[in-house]
Nanobody
């Protein structure tokens, strides 16, 4: 129901935009988020956005460089990533949460995309 795309192999300093298209759910009633998982590490919170798009939240490590947005008309959430660093290398997952909860807690999300690989070379 969530299909992430847009990952790739890029050099340090460039930008990339991830997309996550939803199907089979009432998109505007879900809060959305991006998480990422680097090799050997736990999946971590990156960014979240509320149902209307007016509220956004970011991990401290990406707050200045990444921007989350959504288009409820297209059932799609985006993650714009600027000034990419090698430490941003990970599989990026989108997630959807129907009910209230912690925006940074993996367990509070109901649906997950399959992940898209982002590799940043130095």
């Amino acid at each position: 129901q969530l299909q992430a795309s847009g990952g790739g192999l890029v050099q340090t300093g460039v930008s990339l935009r991830l997309s996550c298209a939803a199907s089979g759910l009432t998109f505007s009633t879900y809060a959305l988020a991006w998480f990422r998982q680097a090799p050997g590490k736990e999946r971590e919170f990156v960014a979240a956005i509320g149902r209307s798009g007016s509220s956004t939240y970011y991990a401290a490590s990406v707050k200045v460089r990444f921007t989350i947005s959504r288009d409820n008309g297209k059932n799609t959430v985006y993650l714009r990533m600027n000034t990419l660093k090698p430490e941003d290398t990970a599989v990026y997952y989108c997630a959807a949460r129907r009910y209230s909860g912690s925006y940074a807690s993996r367990s509070d999300y109901d649906y997950w995309g399959q992940g898209t690989q982002v590799t940043v070379s130095s």
